[in-house]
C-alpha cells in the first residue's frame, strides 16, 4: 500500500472520541434509526445510524463512539441475545452439529477464494490478504495480521467494509426476496421489569464481561455477557430480557460505532481498497450463499437461518439481523461465536505453516 494511504487511514479501531464528536454520532444515529423506522426498515435503530454515520463520515464531520460506551452496549446486546437460548432450546442443540462442521469446511473455502483474491488480483501481500480475508473481529484480525507482517491498515478497513456491507446487504436482499415482518420486540416492550429479573440480567453483563476478558476469549464483550445469560435462561432462572428502549439505544450506539470507523478517511487514496474490500465480500456471500444451499439440503434446516449463520458479518449484527428477521437467534448466534473462535485460534497457526511451506518449496 502506497504511503499516501498510511497517511490519510486512521486507525479505525483506536481512534478517539471527544464528547462532541460522539454526541454527533449518536444525535445523527438516533434520527437515522428514527427514519429508517418511520420506513419500515429492518433492524432500523442499527442500520439507520450506520447510513447516517457513515454518510458524515464521508462528508468530513468528525463522529466517533467511545470504546467503553461501545463495549457497555454490546454487553446489553449479549444479554439480550443469551435470552434466546430457552430450556427448550436444549433439545435441538445436537441437531447442530453437522452444520457446525460444515461451518468449518465453508471457512476453508472461503479463506482460499478471498486470499486468493487479495493476494493475486489486488496485488496485497500475503499476510495482509490472508488477514483482510478472515471474517472474524475487526480487533483481532488486524492485531494479529500486522503481527505477522501485514498492513495493519489496510486490513482493519477491509474488515470495516466487510462488516458494513453484510448488515447493509443481508437484510435489505432478504427482505425483497422473503418479504418482512417486524417483530413484536427486540427487547421487553416496558420500561422496567422485575428487580429481581433485573439484578439477574445486571449480574450476567457484568460478570461476563469480566469472566470473558479474563479467559481472553474472542469477542469478550459480547460473548462473556450471553453465554452467562443463556446459562441463566437455558436452566430457567429467569426468562426476561433487556426493556426494548435499552436495545434500541444499544443499536444505535452499534451502528454509529461502524458507520464512524470512516471518520476522517479520504474517498481517493482508500478507494481500490474499498473497492477490493467490496468485490471480496460479494465472493464471500455466494459462497455463503452456496453453503448454505447445500447443507440446508443434508441436514433439512432453514435455509434462511443457515445463510444467516454463514454469511461473513460481525456477530453481533448477524445475530440482531436473525432477531429483525424471525430468525433462530440461538442457531445463528452459536454458528457466528464459533466462527469467529475457529478463526482466531487456528488462523496464525494456519498462516505460520503455509509461509513455512512456501519458504521451502521456494528453496
Partial sequence: ??????????????????????????????????????LSFPLPWMLGAMFTNTLASLCGLRVAVSRTVRLVMIAVIGVLLGSAFSPAIAQQITDWITSLLLLSVFLVALGFAATYFFNRVAGYDPATAYFSSMPAGLTEMTIIGTEFGGNERTIAFSHTVRVLLVAFLVPLTMTLLLGYQRPESLGSPGTTIDPTDAAVLIICGVLGVWGAVRLKLPAAALVGPLALSGLTHLAGVTSSYPPLVLVSAAQVVLGSAVG???????????????????????????????????????????????FLSFSPGGVTEMSLIALALNQDIAFVTTHHIARICVIVVIAPTVFSFLKRFSGRTAS
Fill in 1 to 38: 500500500m502506497s504511503s499516501k494511504l498510511d497517511k490519510q487511514t486512521h486507525d479505525l479501531e483506536q481512534s478517539p472520541a471527544t464528547l462532541r464528536a460522539m454526541a454527533l454520532a449518536l444525535l445523527l444515529g438516533a434520527v437515522g434509526g428514527y427514519l429508517f423506522l418511520l
Fill in 260 to 306: 464512524s470507523r470512516f471518520a476522517g478517511v479520504e474517498l481517493k487514496p482508500i478507494a481500490s481498497v474499498a473497492a477490493a474490500a467490496a468485490v471480496s465480500t460479494i465472493i464471500m456471500l455466494g459462497l455463503a450463499g452456496i453453503f448454505a444451499y447445500l447443507t440446508a439440503v443434508w441436514t433439512g434446516l432453514p435455509l434462511t437461518a443457515l
